[in-house]
């Protein structure tokens, strides 16, 4: 079987990179590039915002937290789910009459320059760690599957080459058409198998009967799971890729119905991973939990075995696309085309295409220091949450001076680093003293403007 996997992730690469250069011809100007001329359908809309969320966190790791924690693994997603409802019900207020590009245009339309370069900066930094998980993940997974083959960073090099350059040729219309394919192929594949897996093997009703594996909160407890709701819910609700994919909506309603549907889309994808994880359990109860996915191959005849191998690989990609795209117009429009005061359409595709390249080749390199998946992503997330934060008090009217803003996400970066560099963050998670930390700094800032105004 090894061969015909080999076989079939080459064909599903010329695919790709077909469908790249098909959609070059429609990237002939700067927006046309990072956003799609702002001309992309409901359909298109829905398959990138599954394709965000359905990426190897999701699959390969919600099949790992299953395997572990059972189907408690899922509140991990559910704060995601959650978060686009509350995007699609704000989305007027996030484009902006088609004005926004990225998460500087929303914190500059409340607050000054300096806090929105600074929050752009955050969300870049996140977005290239999250860019780079794919890429790990792409490595794991080719590694595990092509045994002999491929090694670990052979995969994440051919992870990242494949997508980079279809990304890089075709832009964000190549980030819509790509992802078209890799949600057809990751439903079928995911849905199908794990209809198989479930039913022939009859592994559910064992674990029915483990101590935890189908209560809602498991063994991680009522605190750990809303936690991992609630840091997810900060990380996707203002997210760049979410930024995009709303901008480049030809209207307002299809922009909010495609969010919508990709994320019902999204849903039942991630849930059936849980569930192959906790199959996994019961057939392959000594593996590393990192392979409880893969190691269901063996269990799939042929005609599912190729998709469902497929529908492991392909989400690595469909996250890590529109998470390179985003990053590409955050950086070109927020920084480098204000910098070199770049206004000729020539030159700014070419910086364009230049900035994906450039933020892919520092993704695969910092792949390469990657310890913990799970944990580095939640770990990382927590820049966004203080962006949310200032975002959502201006919106509800209660907006304080661009200073305290401006030192909520200093602080939160401070935090952040400290965690890192201590080790404390394996013991506390940093979205707690963060939070505590911003809104500590925005009541004090709220207090001294009540006082300064007269009575």
């Known amino acids: 079987m090894a061969g015909a996997f080999l076989v079939s992730i080459l064909a599903y690469i010329f695919l790709l990179w077909t469908t790249g250069l098909y ?76 004005k926004t590009y990225s998460i500087l245009d929303v914190v500059g339309s409340l607050y000054d320059a300096k806090t929105a370069r600074l929050a752009g900066i955050m969300q870049l930094v996140f977005s290239i760690w999250v860019v780079t998980m794919q890429i790990v993940g792409g490595g794991a997974i080719l590694s595990v599957i092509l045994k002999g083959q491929l090694s670990f960073k052979a995969g994440m090099i051919l992870t990242a080459l494949v997508f980079i350059l279809y990304n890089m040729v075709g832009g964000f219309m190549a980030t819509a058409y790509t992802n078209l394919i890799h949600i057809c192929v990751i439903f079928f594949g995911m849905i199908a198998g794990s209809i198989y897996i479930l039913f022939d093997t009859g592994a559910m009703g064992p674990m029915a009967t483990q101590a935890h594996y189908f209560q809602p909160f498991g063994d991680l407890g009522i605190p750990q799971a809303l936690g991992w709701a609630y840091i997810n819910f900060t990380l996707g609700v203002l997210a760049q890729p979410v930024i995009n994919t709303a901008s480049s909506a030809r209207s307002l309603r299809e922009g909010r119905n495609g969010i919508l549907i990709g994320n019902l889309i999204a849903i039942p994808v991630v849930i059936a991973a849980a569930l192959c994880g906790i199959a996994a359990r019961h057939l392959f109860p000594d593996i590393p939990s990192l392979n409880a996915l893969p190691a269901l191959l063996i269990v799939l005849p042929p005609y599912l075995a190729i998709p469902f191998l497929i529908s492991m690989w392909a989400p690595l990609m469909s996250s890590g696309s529109p998470f390179l795209m985003g990053a590409t117009t955050l950086t070109v429009k927020g920084y480098i085309a204000p910098l ?56 509800l009217g209660r907006s304080i001076g661009s200073t305290y803003a401006f030192v909520s996400l200093v602080g939160t970066v401070v935090i952040v680093l400290f965690s890192f560099l201590s080790g404390s963050c394996r013991h506390i998670h940093p979205i707690w003293p963060v939070t505590l930390y911003v809104f500590s700094v925005l009541a004090i800032g709220k207090l001294k403007q009540n006082r300064s105004t007269p009575t």
């Open 340 to 395: 070199l005061k770049q206004k000729t359409e020539r030159n700014l595709l070419l910086i364009s295409r230049l900035t994906t390249l450039a933020i892919g080749i520092v993704s695969l390199l910092l792949g390469f220091f990657v310890k913990e998946i799970l944990r580095e992503v939640t770990w990382i997330a927590v820049l966004l949450s203080p962006i949310v934060y200032i975002v959502f008090i201006a919106w």
């Open 23 to 98: 959609v070059t011809r429609k990237s002939i100007s700067t927006d046309a590039y990072l956003l799609a001329s702002r001309g992309l359908s409901m359909p298109f809309v829905s398959v990138l915002t599954a394709g965000t969320w359905i990426g190897g966190v999701s699959i390969v790791g919600m099949a790992q937290g299953a395997y572990i924690h059972g189907i408690s693994a899922l509140w991990f997603q559910a704060g995601i789910w959650i978060a686009m409802c509350g995007t699609a019900l704000l989305l007027r207020k996030i484009v902006e009459g088609k």
